[in-house]
T-cell receptor, first 114, second 111 residues
Framework: EAQVTQNPRYLITVTGKKLTVTCSQNMNHEYMSWYRQDPGLGLRQIYYSMNVEVTDKGDVPEGYKVSRKEKRNFPLILESPSPNQTSLYFC?????????????FGPGTRLLVL | GENVEQHPSTLSVQEGDSAVIKCTYSDSASNYFPWYKQELGKRPQLIIDIRSNVGEKKDQRIAVTLNKTAKHFSLHITETQPEDSAVYFCAASLSDYKLSFGAGTTVTVRA
């Protein structure tokens, strides 16, 4: 089944404790992206990747890191989480140009930073 | 970058009535305008999209219209049903890689 998966689905952590949210897709998509969803703010892009080893900042990249060592995986890293990073995170992928075609979203990761 | 504003933030309609959500965008170079639907607790999913060379697109009970001069586009849902209750996001893009979303509209269809 074609899908985008994320892990973990729920995470409670404390300020400053490094964490990684994994994202994987099995559709051989070149483009992958991370978004955060907050009430009243919609979906805001954190980082995106056009292909392996090619990443770029979205609109809200501060406090986040990403890597794209393999085509199928695009982990989101919070080196020192803070309470303002409490949010619902979505990974998405598309065939090649995510800004011009359907993006397929993962199930979401709900993060609470205490 | 692109700025997308979406109105209203909440919309309650009687089953069978129509629902209209409007979005405005800031950059006249934007050329792709998708709409995503997010049911409660689920992931966003594309329901319809339109490109700047088209003024209107329909898919069964859903239609999208685009006014490039005024820089706004709208989602129209006719004959609303309970399963149309969800959060709807508009988005706009002027590049291959970045998509800017509106804040979302929570639609409730009353039985």
């Amino acid at each position: 089944e074609a899908q985008v998966t994320q892990n973990p689905r729920y995470l409670i952590t404390v300020t400053g404790k490094k964490l990684t949210v994994t994202c994987s897709q099995n559709m051989n998509h070149e483009y992958m992206s991370w978004y955060r969803q907050d009430p009243g703010l919609g979906l805001r892009q954190i980082y995106y990747s056009m292909n392996v080893e090619v990443t770029d900042k979205g609109d809200v990249p501060e406090g986040y890191k990403v890597s794209r060592k393999e085509k199928r995986n695009f982990p989101l890293i919070l080196e020192s989480p803070s309470p303002n990073q409490t949010s619902l995170y979505f990974c998405a992928s598309s065939f090649s140009a995510g800004g011009q075609e359907t993006q397929y979203f993962g199930p979401g990761t709900r993060l609470l930073v205490l | 970058g692109e700025n997308v504003e979406q109105h209203p933030s909440t919309l309650s309609v009687q089953e069978g009535d129509s629902a209209v959500i409007k979005c405005t965008y800031s950059d006249s170079a934007s050329n792709y305008f998708p709409w995503y639907k997010q049911e409660l607790g689920k992931r966003p999913q594309l329901i319809i999209d339109i490109r700047s060379n088209v003024g209107e697109k329909k898919d069964q009970r859903i239609a999208v219209t685009l006014n490039k001069t005024a820089k706004h586009f709208s989602l129209h849902i006719t004959e609303t049903q309970p399963e149309d209750s969800a959060v709807y996001f508009c988005a706009a893009s002027l590049s291959d890689y970045k998509l800017s979303f509106g804040a979302g509209t929570t639609v409730t269809v009353r039985a």
